[in-house]
């Protein structure tokens, strides 16, 4: 029997830091994590441990062991050679660390499982959480704690805020955090677990499931070694938060063996996709996926009925909205004669009054906000799409901030689309900084739209 | 090695869940199958632990009507599945037409139990239109694997028949999580007058 480590808290928003195979020698991994440190503003303790170091590495006080620095240590981070690392962290856990990012890599994925061997036997041991082998480590952009090893101006940081990205891959989690950074998305954690051989997926959802940082939980994940724990964690953390999942890897195992139909067709991706099925996941087929379904989840609220009302300055982005829509499983609804008159008192006579509601190309903000608003209003209309195409005459940064403004509110579920160059893309980081998911083509916006919905269907049906 | 349970044992397990199955019994010898027949029409299969697949094999003889048809059909057959012995011969009735289904179970090296249910029989391979759960599933979860076939319509088309399928899967992913069989076809069961019957079995350990 695996032993849980779902206690991470202290390491993951630690107050002081190790740095095991600190140093000053340029382009050593050890070095840029320590150098990272210090440029990130990262407020707490910060002790580089160099067994053959005395004296100061960049200007902090250098310590030979881990156990001379005697003070309380909430994260060590280790980048020294693989056949120290067991040496190095028995120490760790002699000193009581609360836990370990090992990053070396040079263990299970290199045939040697021996060494990882003695890496669990430690930390069973110690009852030590250790992340890694062969991995990124893990960031908090709140604490400004950060074991990446990847030098800051090669790699955008994202801002803080309420999605933690989970991967098992080092180089999907960095480019991943490179793009969570480019769409503008706030993070929680950052969490790339390498070999797992102590810490592994089930004890990351366990413990994200319980952070309060984190509000959606977007996972990359190539496998899992504890199904049956995997499935028990998981059904809990998904009636509170969403985990966006994909799943890499198509290993397909048993399928020659089968002796029967069923055996046949249900494969290892299948049992996968039935899981995450049946345990509430959302399921993305791609990295842009993962990222526009968790845009979605971060800002908006539950989708209570498939029923979206469409507004746009562009007739034929309305068009593709509706094929979109439907395409997704989505449909227009069927609007009040209330807000069909009321629409019509307010709107110009060359606006139909109709789904997809067309409110023209001259459309401005007034016009905007006397559409958001009766159709929101509508008992009908479950979530709103705003198209602005900020190419028209009306279209300008007023009508950004009335779509921010309704999205605020917060009742329905609002996606925004805008198309466009380096004046819409101006608007698009108003209205995202506001808390609006703005996507670049109607269909990513239904999409994201109906994760929503599957997601609140789950949340709401009676299980 | 895959053991295949035999008939009647699977039978008394689907029996004790109260899962229909077509009546059926082993025969051994052409009279045996004409008495049971007792003049409507029947199935013979000849059911060996070395041939998996009967079809394939030509273990099966369809719709026998007549004396003559099923004493030809019993000599038949137990010439070909000489060479699968030791083997056994099983008369079952001849189901009516309806819509096919399959309902199975497999063993996952990491999730473990599955059930599965699909459009059946020839269809299973060629249009791959199933849902897959892990035992044990709920009645939202049997709801669900309906709800995701392409082909509920057919095999769903109101209200009735979808709870009569519900309770189906649920029995069925009772009694495969609770047994030692490792892998479960139930296929072709055959939907038809507002109820069902499982046709072919085959459980393996």
């Known amino acids: ?463 | 090695m895959a053991v295949l349970f035999d008939y009647d044992k699977a039978q008394r397990l689907l029996n004790r869940y109260k899962i229909r199955s077509i009546e059926s019994r082993y025969v051994s010898s052409p009279e045996a199958a004409i008495k049971f027949a007792d003049n409507d029409p029947i199935v013979l299969k000849a059911l060996t632990n070395k041939a998996l697949h009967k079809t394939k094999s030509g273990l099966v003889v369809l719709n026998l009507s007549t004396d003559k048809e099923i004493r030809n059909a019993f000599n038949a057959l137990s010439k070909k599945a000489a060479r699968f012995k030791p083997y056994k011969i099983l008369a079952q009735r001849m189901v009516k037409d309806g819509i096919e289904i399959i309902l199975g179970g497999n063993t996952d090296p990491q999730f473990g139990k599955m059930v599965l249910l699909g459009l059946g029989g020839i269809y299973v391979e060629t249009f791959k239109d199933f849902a897959l759960r892990t035992c044990p599933i709920t009645r939202y979860d049997a709801r669900s694997m309906l709800e995701q076939l392409k082909s509920r319509k057919i095999i769903a088309p109101d209200e009735k028949s979808s709870k009569m399928l519900e309770e189906l899967l649920l029995k069925v992913s009772r009694m495969f999580a609770a047994s030692e069989m490792k892998e479960l076809d139930l296929n072709p069961i055959i939907l038809h007058d507002g109820t069902y019957d499982a046709v072919d079995l085959r459980m393996l350990e």
């Open chain 1, 1 to 463: 029997m695996k032993t849980n480590y779902a206690d991470l808290s202290a390491m993951m928003h630690p107050k002081s830091v190790a740095i095991i195979g600190a140093s000053e020698k340029s382009g050593k991994v050890g070095a840029v994590i320590m150098q990272n440190y210090l440029d990130s503003g990262f407020q707490g303790e910060i002790y580089p441990v160099n067994i053959s170091s005395s004296g100061k590495i960049l200007g902090k006080t250098a310590y030979k062991s881990i156990l001379e620095v005697r003070r309380s240590i909430d994260l060590a981070v280790i980048s020294i050679p693989a056949e120290f690392v067991p040496q190095a962290l028995d120490e760790c856990g002699k000193a009581k660390v609360k836990g370990v990012v090992i990053v070396s890599s040079g263990f299970s994925e290199v045939g040697r499982s021996d060494l990882q061997e003695k890496l669990i036997a430690i930390a069973r041991k110690y009852k030590l959480p250790v992340i890694g082998p062969n991995c990124l480590g893990i960031m908090d952009p709140r604490s400004r704690s950060d074991t990446l090893f990847l030098p800051t101006f090669k790699i955008d940081r994202p801002k803080i805020g309420s999605i933690s990205f989970v991967s098992q891959s080092g180089s999907v989690g960095s480019s991943t955090l490179d793009l969570i950074s480019g769409e503008g998305l706030g993070l929680a954690r950052f969490i790339s677990y390498g070999n797992a051989a102590v810490v592994d997926e089930v004890d990351i959802l366990e413990f994200l499931g319980r952070d309060s940082d984190t509000k959606v939980i977007a996972f990359y994940l190539e496998g899992v070694k504890r199904g049956k724990e995997f499935i028990e964690v998981a059904s809990r953390v998904t009636k509170k938060k969403p985990i966006v999942i994909l799943k890499g890897g198509t290993t397909e195992s048993g399928a020659a063996a089968a002796h029967s139909h069923t055996a046949s067709l249900a494969g290892s991706n299948e049992a996968y996709k039935a899981v995450f099925t049946q345990y509430g996941f959302v399921q993305a087929n791609n990295l842009e996926e993962l990222l526009y379904f968790a845009k979605v989840f971060d800002t908006q609220p539950l989708m209570k009925g498939n029923r979206v009302a469409v507004i746009t300055n562009g007739g034929g982005h309305g068009v593709l909205a509706t094929d979109a829509l439907y395409q997704n499983g989505l449909v227009f609804p069927e609007l009040t004669k209330q807000t069909r008159d009321s629409l019509r008192k307010v709107m110009p006579s060359i606006v139909n009054i109709r789904l997809p509601m067309d409110i023209g190309g001259d459309a401005d903000d007034k016009r905007y906000s006397d559409a958001l608003e009766l159709l929101s209003a509508d008992p009908n209309v479950d979530a709103l799409m705003v198209i602005t195409l900020f190419q028209t005459p009306g279209a300008d940064e007023k009508v950004a901030s009335m779509v921010a403004k309704y999205a605020a509110i917060k009742a329905k579920p609002l996606v925004a689309v805008s198309t466009g160059g380096a004046y819409t893309r101006s608007h698009i980081s108003v209205m995202e900084e506001m808390g609006v998911p703005v996507y670049e083509s109607p269909d990513s916006a239904a999409s994201a739209l109906s994760a929503l919905y599957r997601y609140s269907k789950y949340r709401m049906a009676k299980k």
